[in-house]
């Protein structure tokens, strides 16, 4: 795709990440609310209600605006990393916190930029590589703030996951069909016996849906390690959180986050770790 020096690309794929970390920023807060939305107007028209009239909501309109006092943030305290540590994580009309979120999500896009840059180089598989781990995250956030898997994003990752297999892999390809059907199926199988047991719902079918697409991305092979990270690190981090946090105690956790985290250590680091583990192991 480009044929670059590091000390040139390195640095671009930070920015271009940062940038891109930036927007992801705006899908996450944004793209629920639109569904929000879409899903009123629904009710609206089934209930056969009068149309709600409502100012433009998407991704681009309106611009972004303070959570409290609802003022415009000034272009240059929209600047990635640079605008929330100028303003000390502070709104600069009425000194509301602002989440920290922000910085660390276009903290997070510049890591996975460089990760992929120092794996592929500037090419097209990077390219696919790098939204697939964008997608991931933005579904890891949402989930954490909203414990919603949007199907506007895992049914497109799933068929970008096919197409990647089909382009760069094409042997791959009946592999990559059997994993996204196993994915959904291992856990709308759980979601089920954990009903029939319990009587309650474990889980959302966004997650069956997010690993379908996972073993879209990776094969149906890599889907024992992908369950086997989540679930291990969902536990722990799910019980020092219940620990340190009474109130949580009971509460519904996301396992969105944890599916997402462990499918892009897949993603960029799959081999290695199944070669370590047949090594340690054998």
Not at 29 to 42: A, I, K, N
Not at 132 to 145: E, G, H
Not at 242 to 260: D, E, I, S, V
Request: proline letters at 7%.
């Amino acid at each position: 795709m480009l044929d670059l020096s590091p000390t040139i690309l390195l640095p671009l794929a930070a920015l271009l990440g940062l940038c891109l970390g930036s927007f992801l920023n705006v899908v996450i807060v944004r793209l629920p609310v639109m569904l929000m939305l879409g899903w009123r107007s629904e009710a609206r028209e089934a209930l056969e209600l009068p149309e709600e009239q409502s100012p433009r909501f998407n991704l681009l309109v309106p611009r972004s605006i303070c959570p409290q006092c609802e003022t415009p943030i000034a272009w240059h305290d929209n600047l990635p990393v640079l605008g929330w540590i100028k303003r000390r994580g502070r709104c600069a009309a009425c000194e509301a916190r602002i989440s920290p979120q922000y910085p660390l999500v276009e903290l997070a896009g510049a890591g996975l930029a460089l990760a992929v840059v120092a794996l592929y180089g500037a090419s097209w598989q990077g390219l696919f590589m790098y939204g697939a781990c964008l997608a991931l995250l933005a579904l890891a956030v949402i989930d954490l703030r909203t414990q919603l898997l949007p199907d506007a994003m895992t049914l497109p990752l799933l068929w970008a996951g096919l197409l990647y297999q089909l382009l760069f892999q094409p042997l791959m390809l009946p592999s990559a069909v059997i994993g996204a059907m196993a994915g959904y199926l291992a856990l709308w199988s759980v979601y089920w016996l954990f009903k029939l047991v319990t009587g309650k719902e474990g889980m959302g079918y966004g997650d069956f849906k997010l690993l379908a697409a996972l073993g879209a991305w990776l094969g149906w092979q890599y889907l024992p390690m992908v369950l086997i990270l989540s679930a291990g690190v969902g536990a722990i981090v799910g019980i020092a959180l219940q620990l340190a946090l009474p109130r949580l105690r009971g509460a519904p956790m996301p396992f969105g986050p944890y599916l997402a985290s462990a499918g892009m250590i897949a993603l960029l680091v799959g081999e290695p770790l199944v070669a370590a583990y047949i090594g340690f192991t054998f």
